[in-house]
């Protein structure tokens, strides 16, 4: 009987934590679809992301303003540079980095929108328990809110909602996701990218990472 109250209290004191902002995994590959509130872009992407070493791979095919469009690109943080890769033509392109690197978390200073059951709670695996987040983060060109919802266990990024002045809303799902790098060459340059020289035209805005949106 003992036993029994010790498990009830327990499970009680479980059910009763409150959820705490989380670090989602150092190491992720998956992939993500984006989409803006103009409806000028909508984009399937596979993704490597490292945030021990601040590299981002995407490799993302959609449609901008009517047109289809295919883009390969490696975010180095750490060195400010981004490589636009050419597979096919074994061509590279070096352009300048300037963000900061953001990496997959909740904030500390998030509040909490819910938690709830993505899928059914009616039987075992028909459910994923989430909870979602929203806050402002301080941009370099202003303020941004969002809305992220990861898994309560493991911080696995589920969406976020990221407004800017610039795109209005924008949408992002991650699907697919494994824990860990399946392919970490993906975030080391193409040898033929070695000799690729710094492009910056001087009417032409740095790339950064939310511009590629």
């Known amino acids: 009987m003992r036993a029994l109250v010790v498990f009830v209290c327990l499970s009680v004191s479980c059910l009763a934590q409150r959820p705490h902002p989380c670090e989602s995994p150092p190491l992720l590959t998956g992939s993500l ?15 490597s992301y490292d945030a021990l070493g601040k590299r981002i791979r995407l ?14 690109v490696l975010l180095l943080f750490r060195e400010g540079v981004m490589y636009k890769i050419n597979q096919k033509n074994q061509t590279c392109c070096k352009k300048p980095l300037n963000a900061d690197f953001h990496p997959l978390e909740i904030p500390q200073n998030a509040s909490l929108l819910g938690q709830v059951v993505v899928g059914s709670s009616s039987g075992p695996g028909e459910g994923v328990l989430v909870n979602s987040w929203g806050g402002e983060l301080h941009m370099k060109k202003g303020r941004a809110k969002y809305m992220s919802t990861v898994t309560e266990f493991g911080c696995i990024p589920v969406s976020t909602l990221f ?7 924008m949408v992002t799902n991650f699907f697919n996701n494994v824990i860990g790098l399946v392919e970490p060459q993906r975030l080391i340059p193409p040898r033929f990218c070695k000799g690729a020289e710094l492009e910056e035209s001087p009417d032409e805005d740095p790339m950064t990472f939310f511009s590629l949106f």
């Open 33 to 47: 679809s984006v989409a803006t509130q103009s409806e000028k872009l909508m984009a399937y992407a596979k993704y």
């Open 59 to 72: 490799t993302e095919f959609g449609s901008y303003k009517n047109k289809t469009f295919h883009l390969d």
């Open 163 to 169: 407004h800017t002045n610039k795109s209005g809303w």
